[in-house]
């Protein structure tokens, strides 16, 4: 985190984002801000809060994208959320107390999977011994009388000679489509106890708390070595890590690092209607005000403040303002960074410069066929006109409309690629205008690309 610097942060997201660059600066501040606090005095530390970010803009154009990037290059917990799949505490739907238990679940995962990378030795080394005891049980020991003569020693010897031996083989994959019985164990949950309650917390609470106390089943299967291999590996590395320092490491994860993007934010914003289902939705703002502010949420893995969890909430705001949220929720997003339309010339741009831009991955999936198909220049300028021009005329969807675009224009190729004779395929200006004629001349585009 130290070398990520402001603009080092706005130069990864380029790499993949085209364009939109204040809201670029604005999340790159607020990521470098996280890294200053963590240099802090605890007394200063624990004062300074997140400054939330609102974005601002119509859909597709990039607003997902700098949130979800931006969590990748500070490897912190993150999850999105849809504001719109909340509902005020008393209606059916999900509470806003779950994004936090999600993002705890999320950090849980994340750091349990690098405990496990530090034991994946030390637990293969164990998984392969278990399966040599498997394959070659040891000679059970014995006392030995004075009358016996010492050939047990000699038979002791050839027990490691064999063992020794299964051990190369194992190593090399030559028992690989050997089966073994394995005693795999799993807990008994009653029928019926868990899928009737409809609250989705309140089953994976029960489900937790159920766990402690229901027994441990043993269930022998036949399966071939590698999978025996894999099973044993995972259940010793499981032994080897101490749960409790990862759940604490997790929860602390998640409270100094946690970044959620709350998506459709707009979409639970009131226009001053004291009756119906704007109720619920001013509602909703007020149940997500105090866990933005910063309280104190009940996990399975234990309690979770959210005082310097960072916030990114982005809308479209195309039936609203953002000065119709509620005051005090406006006030915990201090930092606004609105995004604007993508044109002709962004398109053209996002067909061609991110590392994961669309032409190359279309490339790329037909290859796989052994069919490679090439791009020209006027062809993707073409495919950047028409889908600038869709936008205009129909529901601008920004670039997810490359997309669409994209298959109609592939579809032939892509359902014929196993069984094509021509290997390399050029697509010029002339096969996209010819492909997506139909596209063009009709005026209810929407019927051909939506």
């Given at each position: 985190m130290n070398n990520l610097t402001p603009k080092k942060i706005v130069e990864e997201l380029d790499k993949y984002i085209i364009g939109q660059q204040s809201a670029k600066k604005a999340v790159a501040i607020a990521l470098r801000n996280r890294w200053r606090r963590q240099n802090l005095s605890n007394e200063l530390k624990d004062e300074i809060l997140p400054k939330n970010i609102l974005l601002i803009g119509p859909t597709g154009v990039g607003k997902t994208e700098i949130a979800r990037r931006l969590a990748k290059l500070a490897q912190a917990p993150f999850i999105k959320v849809e504001a719109s799949k909340f509902t005020e505490v008393g209606y059916v739907g999900r509470d806003v107390e779950s994004m936090i238990r999600d993002l705890t679940g999320l950090a849980l995962n994340m750091v349990k999977t690098e405990y496990m990378e530090k034991v994946q030795e030390k637990a293969m080394a164990m998984a392969e011994e278990k399966i040599l005891n498997l394959l070659l049980p040891p000679p059970r020991s014995r006392k030995i009388s004075a009358s016996e003569t010492p050939g047990h020693e000699e038979?002791?010897?050839?027990?490691?000679?064999?063992?020794?031996?299964?051990?190369?083989?194992?190593?090399?994959?030559?028992?690989?489509?050997?089966?073994?019985?394995?005693?795999?164990?799993?807990?008994?949950?009653?029928?019926?106890?868990?899928?009737?309650?409809?609250?989705?917390?309140?089953?994976?609470?029960?489900?937790?708390?159920?766990?402690?106390?229901?027994?441990?089943?043993?269930?022998?299967?036949?399966?071939?070595?590698?999978?025996?291999?894999?099973?044993?590996?995972?259940?010793?590395?499981?032994?080897?890590?101490?749960?409790?320092?990862?759940?604490?490491?997790?929860?602390?994860?998640?409270?100094?690092?946690?970044?959620?993007?709350i998506d459709e934010i707009d979409k639970i914003v009131s226009k001053g209607s004291s009756h119906?289902?704007?109720?619920?939705?001013?509602?909703?703002?007020?149940?997500?005000?105090?866990?933005?502010?910063?309280?104190?949420?009940?996990?399975?893995?234990?309690?979770?403040?959210?005082?310097?969890?960072?916030?990114?909430?982005?809308?479209?705001?195309?039936?609203?303002?953002?000065?119709?949220?509620?005051?005090?929720?406006?006030?915990?997003?201090?930092?606004?960074?609105?995004?604007?339309?993508?044109?002709?010339?962004?398109?053209?741009?996002?067909?061609?410069?991110?590392?994961?831009?669309?032409?190359?991955q279309y490339i790329a999936l037909i290859e796989t066929e052994g069919v490679k198909i090439e791009f020209t220049d006027d062809?993707?300028?073409?495919?950047?006109?028409?889908a600038a021009m869709v936008n205009e005329k129909t529901e601008n969807i920004g670039a997810r409309r490359l997309h669409t675009i994209?298959?109609?224009?592939?579809?032939?190729?892509?359902?014929?690629?196993?069984?094509?004779?021509?290997?390399?395929?050029?697509?010029?200006?002339?096969?996209?205008?010819?492909?997506?004629?139909?596209?063009?001349r009709d005026e209810d585009l929407s019927r051909y690309i939506l």
């Open positions: 038979a002791g010897d050839n027990y490691k000679e064999t063992r020794e031996k299964l051990r190369k083989q194992l190593r090399e994959g030559k028992l690989d489509n050997r089966y073994i019985d394995l005693e795999v164990r799993e807990r008994v949950v009653p029928f019926g106890v868990i899928s009737n309650i409809g609250m989705e917390e309140l089953e994976i609470n029960l489900k937790e708390m159920l766990g402690n106390f229901l027994p441990e089943k043993s269930k022998r299967k036949k399966v071939k070595i590698p999978e025996a291999m894999r099973i044993i590996q995972q259940e010793e590395a499981n032994k080897l890590i101490d749960m409790d320092k990862v759940v604490k490491e997790a929860i602390e994860r998640t409270e100094q690092n946690g970044i959620i993007f119906g289902p704007d109720v619920s939705r001013e509602g909703v703002q007020r149940d997500m005000l105090p866990i933005v502010e910063g309280s104190t949420v009940s996990t399975k893995h234990g309690p979770v403040k959210t005082d310097h969890i960072l916030f990114v909430a982005a809308g479209a705001f195309n039936m609203s303002k953002p000065s119709d949220i509620i005051p005090e929720l406006q006030g915990r997003f201090p930092i606004r960074s609105e995004l604007g339309a993508l044109g002709k010339d962004e398109f053209v741009r996002i067909l061609r410069e991110p590392r994961n831009a669309l032409i190359k062809s993707i300028d073409e495919i950047a006109s028409t994209l298959e109609k224009l592939l579809e032939d190729i892509s359902f014929n690629a196993p069984d094509l004779e021509e290997k390399h395929i050029v697509i010029d200006a002339g096969y996209v205008k010819d492909k997506l004629s139909d596209i063009i």
